[in-house]
């Protein structure tokens, strides 16, 4: 049980789909947070020169 390999690489497997997962909300908060910027870029009145 304890030296099967298999368990071994579920584990590495768990681990990447865990950093998948953390990189997935990453990369979404910073879409999110770019698509705010654009919002209040386009709210805010431009200064007229």
Same mark, same amino acid.
């Given at each position: 049980?304890?030296?099967?390999?298999?368990?071994?690489? $579920?584990?590495?497997?768990? #681990?990447?789909?865990?950093?998948?997962? $953390?990189?997935?909300?990453?990369?979404?908060? #910073?879409?999110? /947070?770019? #698509?705010?910027? /654009?919002?209040? /870029?386009?709210?805010?009145? @431009?200064?007229? @020169?």
């Amino acid at each position: 049980m304890y030296n099967n390999p298999a368990v071994v690489s $579920g584990g590495g497997v768990l #681990a990447a789909t865990g950093l998948g997962a $953390g990189m997935l909300w990453m990369f979404l908060a #910073a879409f999110a /947070l770019l #698509a705010l910027g /654009l919002a209040v /870029l386009r709210t805010v009145p @431009r200064a007229e @020169r």
